[in-house]
């Protein structure tokens, strides 16, 4: 009855996305326990998930949190985020360590002389590849995500004209260059012809406000208005998920939702592409990735506040036309079943 630990620190998208090692371990290691640490602010990520056992976080209290660690007695520690500080913890256990592998070298080559060497591995497999000597395999059922019925979005919660299905556009994301411009927001709402629900945090509010202000019964701007897990039930709920480079991309994955994923800065290229699993029949059909393909594109691993060359060509020169042809195909593939209880 092995006893594990498992560390990823950060950040929602990168944790969603190790979510299969969590049930692939604890279903096929027999008897295994199995402990999560990673930032307080990033609680709600993994909280409801029923196959971790246990959950530390840090919230700058490396030494406390050490001692803490140190007297579970762990077999093994998992490594999923390889830095400073899950290095740091995995010396000061001195347990069996199995750590993924970074790919620093061959992201920077990606993204600062577009030198791909990058290998043709999503980074889920290579999460799961950390645990394989563990005798752990894919079972193919792609991402996880798990909320509670408290947590979930009531029908009051929304107007009453989203009830009959709508397009979830995540307009949020980490960093400005993974964002659509709210200029192109505005063409891309305004061509729309389905009722649109905008998700983002608190930083979204203003630009939310600004598309939504196009057409307010159209447009529903529920930036900064519900949590983390409420906003993603709206993406459970949604007949299509629109999203820029952010962890509800990866949460839309979970929920088998279509997709339509738009880069900026950063790219499918480094192995993050949506990801839903070997085993789900629809498979690449159920996502499609939209890029510009300039030269300069990616630019960076996590994207970043403004565009390196100051023209940020890789959101302004989106086609919101060919965007558009893109929902109404994906919308024509996937039933209207309204609101999903």
């Known amino acids: 009855m092995p006893k594990i630990l498992i560390i990823r620190f950060s950040s929602i998208g990168d944790i969603v996305l190790a979510s299969p090692v969590f049930r692939c371990l604890k279903l096929q290691v027999p008897g295994c326990e199995l402990h999560f640490v990673t930032k307080i602010n990033f609680k709600a990520v993994t909280v409801h998930n029923p196959y971790i056992d246990r959950f530390f976080y840090y919230n700058h209290n490396m030494d406390d949190l050490l001692q803490t660690l ?4 762990y077999d093994y520690v998992i490594d999923l985020h390889a830095n400073f500080r899950s290095i740091k913890i995995c010396r000061a256990l001195q347990k069996k360590t199995y750590r993924i592998r970074k790919l620093s070298i061959e992201k920077f080559l990606l ?8 290998p043709k591995r999503h980074i889920t497999l290579r999460s799961l590849d950390t645990v394989a000597e563990l005798g752990v395999k894919d079972d193919g059922q792609g991402l996880d995500y798990f909320i509670t019925e408290d947590e979930k979005i009531k029908e009051k919660d929304i ?3 989203h009830l009959a299905g709508y397009i979830a556009l995540v307009i949020g994301a980490s960093y400005a260059t993974k964002k659509l411009p709210v200029s192109k927001l505005r063409e891309l709402c305004t061509k729309i012809n389905h009722p649109i629900i905008l998700i983002g945090g608190k930083e979204d509010i203003a630009a939310g406000s600004q598309v939504a202000a196009i057409d307010d019964v159209k447009i529903y701007n ?22 820029h480079d952010t962890g509800l991309q990866y949460i839309a994955c979970a929920f088998k939702k279509p997709l339509l994923a738009i880069w900026g800065a950063t790219t499918p290229a480094l192995q993050v592409e949506p990801y839903y699993g070997s085993s789900f029949i629809p498979g690449n059909s159920m996502y499609e990735n939209i890029l510009t393909g300039i030269s300069c594109q990616p630019c960076s691993k996590y994207g970043t506040d403004t565009c390196p060359l100051e023209h940020f060509n890789c959101m302004y020169k989106q086609n919101i036309d060919t965007i558009v042809k893109k929902i109404e195909i994906k919308l024509s593939q996937t039933p209207n079943n309204g609101w999903i209880a």
């Open 70 to 73: 140190k007297e579970q007695e």
């Open 111 to 118: 993204t600062q002389f577009n030198i791909n060497i990058m």
């Open 159 to 161: 107007p009453h004209a």
């Open 222 to 243: 529920a930036c900064g208005k519900f949590s983390l897990n409420e906003s993603a039930d709206l993406v459970r709920r949604a007949r299509l998920v629109i999203s």
